[in-house]
């Protein structure tokens, strides 16, 4: 009985060449259909075709993503339309804007005659879309004031500006579309980038451009130099000496014996001048809350170079005989 032999899973090796035949016809009767096929006219179909704005790009800058195609309707050549349909080799129509900052958008039906002789030999049928949008400005040149970014540095405890921040040059110039010029309302931040400041400041900074205006606006000058004082409020505190005014013989502080303390910073410019001054808690009869027989106590004198002025007790309670 002759030997037969069959493959791992079962199969004799003349079925596995049969089916290999199978194979190969089927697929050469397919590609022959499908080349006769593409061989003929008269097929429709809607492709994404290639476009390229056209514009002045010295005066014009693109705002957003420009569309790259429009969906149209053609008909033509099966192989036309195949190489089309892929977008083999095809040279982009070009959409040509003489002053693209007039408007935001083009209609499609005053390009379906150019752009029909544009895809000969296929015949264009219609443009899908009624319109193509897009934001296209005019490149400006425009001043901005440098401005402090707050969160970009703080003062350390106690510490305040003298004066104004100040900058040199006093003013950048900035390039770039109309619509994001407008945007910046006038001001461009400055970043120091210093935290817990206890030095007058006189540096020069690089300007930072956001990363998302990195490819749309330029700046002159990319440096800019920082300059403000600071100075240091120190804490203190006194014993007030009580003045009373126009109190009647009557009437007397419930507490004749109080202690009355202030605290303070003050300007440590000042503090010579500070200790030349005799600080009273004036109470004032005439000016008593008469609900319910209190007076506010009022510092005298007190100086514009202290804050965070506390004053214990605030209130005093008063007696009456």
Known sequence: MPDSKKSSKGISPKKISDLKVVVLCVAAATTFWILNALNKDDYNTIVDYPIEFIYNQESYMAVNRLP???????????????????????????????????????????????????????????????????????????????????????????????????????????????????????????????QRITENIN?????????????MITLNPEKIQVQFDVVAFLEGNKRLKVKKINFPRTVTLENEEVTIMMSYLV??????????????????YSKRNREDSTINVVVNPLPSYLEQVVVLPEIIKLNYE
């Not at 010029?181 to 001001?187: D, K, W």
């Not at 540096?203 to 490819?215: G, K, N, R, T, Y």
């Not at 300007?267 to 004032?284: G, S």
């Open 68 to 194: 790259s195609s429009i969906q149209v309707e053609i008909n033509g050549n099966g192989w036309d339309l195949l190489r089309k349909y892929f977008n083999v080799n095809e040279t982009p129509y070009p959409v040509e804007l003489e002053d693209p900052a007039s408007k935001d958008f083009i209609l499609t039906s005053d390009l379906k005659r150019p752009l029909g002789e544009f895809l000969s030999p296929t015949q264009l049928i219609s443009v899908l879309d009624d319109s193509i949008h897009y934001q296209i400005d005019q490149i400006q040149t425009i001043e901005l004031t440098p401005t402090l970014d707050s969160l970009s540095y703080s003062l350390a405890n106690n510490y305040k500006l003298v004066d104004e921040i100040n900058f040199y040059p006093e003013s950048i110039s900035v390039t770039g579309p109309s619509s994001i010029l407008s945007n910046l309302e006038g001001v461009f931040p400055v970043s120091l980038n210093q």
């Open 203 to 215: 540096e020069e900074v690089s300007l930072e451009i956001p990363q998302e205006l990195e490819e």
């Open 267 to 284: 300007d440590e410019r000042k503090v010579d001048e500070l200790k030349e001054l005799e600080f009273e808690a004036v109470l004032d």
